[in-house]
Nanobody, 115 residues
Framework: QVQLVESGGGLVQAGGSLRLSCALS????????MGWYRQAPGKQRELVAR???????NYSDSVKGRFTISRDNAKNTVYLQMNSLKPDDTAVYYC?????????WGQGTQVTVSS
């Protein structure tokens, strides 16, 4: 059973930064993409950033220029560097791994941005 362990969430003031990490408990064969999603209260879960196995990256329009997704294949870890945080970024952030056969989700980490 693969586990995705997220860390790095917390409370930060507007304009501040946080770095989320998502570590896989073991290597997964056939990864197609690694990404971060978020869900704010009363809203649907939405894509924040995604990086494919080939290195292609896409971001939601709301975070472009402020967030950066990266990965360390040797450590089986994907990161999300979040800068210039805004209150609208407040949400539970979920790590997602898409492989050829399965879709894996982390337990979520809370990010709260105060104004």
């Amino acid at each position: 059973q693969v586990q995705l362990v997220e860390s790095g969430g917390g409370l930060v003031q507007a304009g501040g930064s946080l770095r989320l990490s998502c570590a896989l408990s073991r290597s997964i064969f056939g990864i197609r993409a690694m990404g971060w999603y978020r869900q704010a209260p009363g809203k649907q879960r939405e894509l924040v950033a995604r990086i494919t196995s080939g290195g292609s990256i896409n971001y939601s329009d709301s975070v472009k220029g402020r967030f950066t997704i990266s990965r360390d294949n040797a450590k089986n870890t994907v990161y999300l560097q979040m800068n210039s945080l805004k209150p609208d970024d407040t949400a539970v952030y979920y790590c997602n791994i898409q492989s050829t056969w399965n879709d894996y989700w982390g337990q979520g980490t809370q990010v709260t941005v105060s104004s």
